[in-house]
């Protein structure tokens, strides 16, 4: 199994980026996908996630009504629109497959496998 992350960069605050995770070796549609971040001195945070129960969508509260996660099943890729970007979302993002139940699907704990990051750098 493969998570490939790309689409990071550098980017204006106010400005957007679209991330992708190309998913290899497993069937994405049946795993819940995940998005983390780790800034520079802090430890790895939850971003987003999509269930693939179709219980929904997950965000933490920071990027609710910036970031949208979403799948395309027949590219095996998940994705995270970001828009509005603060300096504040300056971190390495890591795409994440896995099927937490519901109470750990802000964890990484739940989830399985990981892609290698990928860095957005937001400027003020």
């Known amino acids: 199994v493969q998570l490939q992350a790309s689409g990071g960069g550098l980017v204006q605050a106010g400005g957007s980026l679209r991330l992708s995770c190309r998913v290899s070796?497993?069937?994405?549609?049946?795993?819940?996908m995940g998005w983390f971040r780790q800034a520079p001195g802090k430890e790895r945070e939850f971003v987003a996630a999509l269930s693939w129960t179709g219980s929904g969508t997950y965000y933490t509260d920071s990027v609710k009504g910036r970031f949208t996660i979403s799948r395309d099943n027949a590219k095996n890729t998940a994705l995270l629109q970001m828009n509005s970007l603060e300096p504040e979302d300056t971190a390495v993002y890591y795409c994440?497959?896995?099927?937490?139940?519901?109470?750990?699907?802000?964890?990484?704990?739940?989830?399985?496998?990981w892609g290698q990051g990928t860095l957005v750098t937001v400027s003020s």
């Open positions: 070796g497993l069937t994405l549609s049946t795993w819940t």
């Open positions: 994440a497959a896995g099927r937490p139940i519901t109470t750990y699907v802000r964890s990484s704990s739940g989830y399985h496998y």
